[in-house]
């Protein structure tokens, strides 16, 4: 797949179809059906459905081809938001590498204020790095970062609520990168409008899981999503449309 240098811009521009095959995979993520942002998250896992060994060791379930899909997302988006737990186990970089792109503010979901300063995504590199944390928690980070404080309750801070945040701050296309905790607390909150869920061909047989929801009782409650398919070497990629049970976190569309 290459091709790929121009349509960063061509995707913000709006102005007409991507070309192939990037229309098909990315064209739904150029703006969102409910409002003003565009809200998708990504998780790879295993074909048993596992996103980490019990350990937590990730790197990498996926193969090179969904790597660069995950960084091509990264170019594509205003902001990429991770919960502490990644942060933590993986000190990722979340810069745009693999591919030809943009650098995305970086966005780290610590309530409790357990980030080191030294983390890798804190780097000073001109790209903006913000901290959402909870309201009083005063998180030891350089002066450069911007903290968002916003209130918690039974250890959850709203999704809505960090996502307008966000959108306050002109960050409005956004990627919840994982781990499985934050995405399930996004979708759960019905903040996402498409999933892109990205399968491998191998079994773990342990680890751990990818979404956690409140229980439902019957199958029939369960969240429907209309999806696409894409092949991405080894990987599946399931892009999900979660459009219609998305919840308005932004400014509402106009109707014409
Ligand atoms: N396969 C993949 O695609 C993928 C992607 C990313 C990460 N991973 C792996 O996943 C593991 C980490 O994932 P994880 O699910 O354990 O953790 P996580 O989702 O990265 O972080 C979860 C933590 O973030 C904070 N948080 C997130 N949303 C919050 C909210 N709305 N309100 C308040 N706090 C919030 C909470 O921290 P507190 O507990 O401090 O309150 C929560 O416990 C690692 O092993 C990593 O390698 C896999």
Known sequence: MDSWAGIPGAFRALTKPLPEPWEAIFGPLRSGRTDDMLVVAQLGQSLDGRVATETGHSHYINGPEALAHLHRLRALVDAVVIGIGTALADDPQLTVRRVAGPQPARVVIDARGRLSASAR?????????LVVTATGARPPLPPDIEVIALPRSDGHIAPPAILGALAE???RRVLIEGGADTVSRFLAARCLDRL??????IILGSGRTGFSLPPIARVDE????PMRMHRLGDDVLFDCDLSAQREPVGVAKKST
Do not use: E, K, S, Y
Not at 196 to 201: F, R
């Open 196 to 201: 892109h869920l990205m399968v491998a061909p």
């Open 121 to 129: 995504l804190l780097a000073a590199d001109g790209v903006r790095r």
């Open 169 to 171: 701050r002109g960050l």
């Open 222 to 225: 369960a969240i429907l999503t």
